[in-house]
Every structure is written in structure tokens, then in C-alpha cells.
């Protein structure tokens, strides 16, 4: 608009100048007829020179005018090619249609994204291609652009010539005329049918795990439930045979005896096994809390070796602890803290058949205690130290299935060191022996 207003403004100039041009030379003609005087008529040519002078001003500043325009004209012309090759090559849909939705101008990928030629698409009605069950709602986004300037990304389902459905996402701007009606409507097509299709699978992911989130803690509650109902009759089963152990010993004939053990060590390694499950399922659950109190860890252990020894002199072992103070007082669960040296000593028993078993207390320069647990056993192949912290599996996987166990016993330990603030590690050689480090803070904090 501003070049058209000073294109108008320099034609009124130049106008005005010729008409004022005329009017001089009207009047030295007149003049000149009028009069006879020679002094009269040398002026009359000075004024029609200055006239003449004033026209060559005037041609030059038309010549100038002409070559702006040309140069306007050629700026606006490669302004246009420019803008369609744009249209043209763009990687999205592109269409203008008048406001009733009939197609004026398609690029290549539009003519593409219908699967139908550019010169036949022309003169269609875009509604023609919008899918069945949306043509209703197509229809009330044609009305809704008759009063708003664009919609962004809209979708919608499209059928292509060949009855194959994609779906597009839409932004539609709106072209208004000068009494700011809608005069034409400009459309970007993006081909979403991958992006739906990804949504789609992504939907089907969160519906699975959903499913097994809820099959897990179904699993969970059921482990649980059961664990609490065969808990209770497996403690009476434990109570009555250990009474007649202690109580009937001597009354009872010697075979009978030996099978009440059996009931009675049969009894205690389900109970345990019972309760692996229970504590890895409340503390897969987050369902575990530490009870904190102060008492001296070396009390603790000394008392812990003094009940696993009967297992290792079972197998002539060696059961031996060493510590740097015969007190040293911290703040942690005393129970739990006793079940990760139960755990870490029965498999350092478990897996040694000859030699020894070690507990070592040491202090951290960081304020830190470490609980060194070392075995002469079997030993772990490196390509199982990652694995042997996770649940239901062994120290080794391929002989341990003679071993007693659930294979929870160091997912526990390792669990129940991390809720304490604390890291264990492992250092082991095949048929050397392993070492266990639980190193823990003195006084744990608590939650």
C-alpha cells in the first residue's frame, strides 16, 4: 500500500508540473502575439527556455520513476518465484481454496498426500476427501473459519483417491477482504499417521503395564496373605515339636526322636524361607521401616557367630571374627542388622566345604563401619557378580540347585543395606573364595 500511495503522490507531481508548464507556454504565446517589441519577445524566448529547462528536469524525473518501477516490478516477480517454490517443494500439504472449501491451488506433497494428480484435484471440494464420520465436524470448522483467522493444528482423518486413510493435522489461516470477509482459506496438511500410530502403540505399552502393575501387586498381595496364614500354623508345628525335644526327649523312642528333629529343622527352614518372602515383598512395596536404637555392634555379631557355629562345625569349619575394639556402639536396627550378617554368613557356609569363614569389624577414615564377611569356598565366576544381588538367584546358578534356599537372601541383604544408608561389594575368585563388604553408616538417620 505505502508504494502504490508514493507512486500516486509522483504522478500528481509530475501532472501538476506539466499543466503548470502548459499554462507558461500559453501565456509567452499570447504574449508573443500581443506584442511587437524585440525586448518583449527576448523575454518571452528566456521564460519558454526555462520552461523547456523545467520539462528536461520533468523527463528525467519520469525516466527515474520508470526505473524504480521496473526495479519494484522485478524485486516483486522473484519475490513471487520465491514464494512458489516455497509452495511448491514445502515437505507438508499445502492448499488454497476458497471459503466453501473448493481447492484453487495444490502443491506436490498435497497432490501426494491424496495420491491423486495436481491438475485433477484442482476444483475439488476438500470435503471430498475428510473421512466419512468427520464430515459433520468439517463442515463446522468451514463456519468457524468464516469468523476467526486460523486454527491451529486441528486433526482429522482424510481418505485418498484410493480409499487409503492418513491423518493430518490442519492449520488453516484465513484470507479477509477489505470489508474483512472471509475471501479464501490457505491449508497445511501434515501426514500424522505415524505419529497416531506410535500414540497408539504407546497407549497399548501403558494399558500392558498397568495390567502388570496390578498383576504384581495382586502377586504381592496374595505372597503375603499366604506368607501371614502358613506363618501361623508353622510357628505352633515349631512350638510343639521343640517342646517335646526338650520336654519328652527321654520318653520318647529314638526314631520317633529323629523324625520330631526333622518336623522341628524342616519346620524352622520354612519358617525362614517364609519369612525372605515377606520382608522382599514389603520391601519391594516400600512397606519397610527400620526401628533404630543404640546398642554395640561387636555384642552383636559375637552373638550372631556364637548361633552359626553349630552349622559350620557340621562341616568342620573354621568360624572366626576379628575387630579392632571389643565395643563400638551404633545406631541401626538391631534385628534387621543381625538378619544381613545371618545372611551373608550362612551363604559364606553354605558355599565353603573346607577351610574357613571370617567376620571382620573394621572403621572407615570416613567415620564409616565396614563388615567384612570372607569365605574360603567356591568362589563366583566374574560374569555373576552382577547377578548374584538379584532376587531368586544363587551364588552359582548352575550348582546351587542342590543348595537350600529362595535365592532372595542377598536381594534382601542388599536391599535392607541401601534403606540403611549403606553399599555392600564383592570380591571373588573361582575356587579361591568370596569377600562380602557391607559398609554402613555408624548412626544411621532416620526416614
Not at 466419512?132 to 486441528?154: A, G, M, P
Not at 528333629?261 to 525362614?272: A, D
Not at 569349619?317 to 541401626?332: G, K, P, R, Y
Not at 571370617?358 to 552382577?386: C, F
Request: charged share 25%; with cysteine.
Amino acid at each position: 500500500m505505502s508504494h502504490e500511495s508514493d507512486n500516486l503522490r509522483d504522478r500528481q507531481k509530475i501532472a501538476d508540473q506539466l499543466d503548470t508548464i502548459d499554462e507558461r507556454f500559453n501565456q509567452i504565446h499570447e504574449a508573443v502575439n500581443q506584442s511587437d517589441s524585440s525586448d518583449t519577445f527576448s523575454d518571452y524566448l528566456n521564460a519558454l527556455s526555462e520552461a523547456l529547462s523545467e520539462l528536461k528536469v520533468l523527463e528525467q524525473e519520469v525516466c527515474r520513476q520508470n526505473q524504480q518501477l521496473f526495479e519494484t516490478r522485478h524485486a516483486l516477480e522473484i519475490e513471487r518465484q520465491r514464494y512458489q517454490e516455497l509452495f511448491e517443494f514445502a515437505p507438508d500439504g499445502y492448499l488454497i481454496t476458497n471459503k466453501h472449501g473448493k481447492i484453487q491451488e495444490a502443491n506436490r506433497a498435497a497432490a501426494e498426500l491424496f495420491n491423486i494428480e495436481r491438475k485433477y484435484i484442482i476444483g475439488k471440494l476438500l470435503m471430498n476427501f475428510v473421512s466419512e464420520e468427520q464430515r459433520n465436524i468439517f463442515r463446522s470448522l468451514l463456519v468457524q473459519l468464516q469468523s476467526v483467522d486460523q486454527v491451529r493444528e486441528w486433526e482429522m482423518g482424510f481418505i485418498t483417491q484410493d480409499r487409503q486413510r492418513f491423518e493430518a493435522a490442519l492449520t488453516i489461516a484465513a484470507v479477509k477482504n477489505n470489508r474483512g470477509e472471509t475471501a479464501a482459506l490457505r491449508w497445511i496438511l501434515r501426514d500424522i499417521s505415524a505419529r497416531k500410530e506410535i500414540e497408539s502403540q504407546l497407549r497399548a505399552i501403558q494399558k500392558q503395564n498397568l495390567e502388570l502393575i496390578e498383576s504384581v501387586q495382586l502377586k504381592e498381595q496374595f505372597i503375603s496373605t499366604m506368607s501371614h496364614e502358613l506363618r501361623t500354623p508353622l510357628t505352633a508345628i515349631i512350638g510343639f515339636s521343640n517342646l517335646l525335644l526338650r520336654q519328652f526327649h527321654q520318653q520318647v523312642p529314638p526314631h520317633h526322636l529323629r523324625l520330631i528333629e526333622r518336623i522341628f529343622q524342616n519346620g524352622k527352614h520354612l519358617l525362614g524361607l517364609i519369612e525372605d518372602i515377606l520382608d522382599f515383598s514389603n520391601l519391594r512395596a516400600n512397606r519397610f521401616e527400620l526401628r533404630l536404637e543404640t546398642f554395640d555392634l561387636i555384642e552383636l555379631i559375637q552373638a550372631t557367630v556364637q548361633e552359626m557355629r553349630s552349622l559350620s562345625e557340621q562341616k568342620s569349619l573354621d568360624l572366626d571374627i576379628q575387630f579392632e575394639s571389643h565395643s563400638l556402639l551404633v545406631t541401626n536396627d538391631r534385628i534387621r542388622l543381625k538378619q544381613i550378617i545371618v545372611n551373608l554368613l550362612s551363604n559364606a557356609i553354605k558355599f565353603t566345604h573346607s577351610g574357613s569363614v571370617s567376620v571382620k569389624v573394621e572403621v572407615r577414615k570416613t567415620g564409616r563401619i565396614a563388615i567384612v564377611v570372607q569365605d574360603t569356598g567356591i568362589g563366583i565366576d566374574d560374569s555373576q557378580l552382577d547377578a548374584i544381588f538379584q532376587e531368586f538367584r544363587q551364588v552359582d546358578q548352575s550348582s546351587t540347585r542342590l543348595q537350600n534356599g529362595t535365592g532372595l537372601g542377598l536381594a534382601i541383604t542388599k536391599s535392607l543395606t541401601q534403606l540403611m544408608g549403606g553399599t555392600i561389594s564383592v570380591q571373588s575368585q573361582v575356587g579361591l573364595g568370596s569377600m562380602f563388604t557391607v559398609e554402613l553408616p555408624t548412626h544411621v538417620a532416620s526416614l
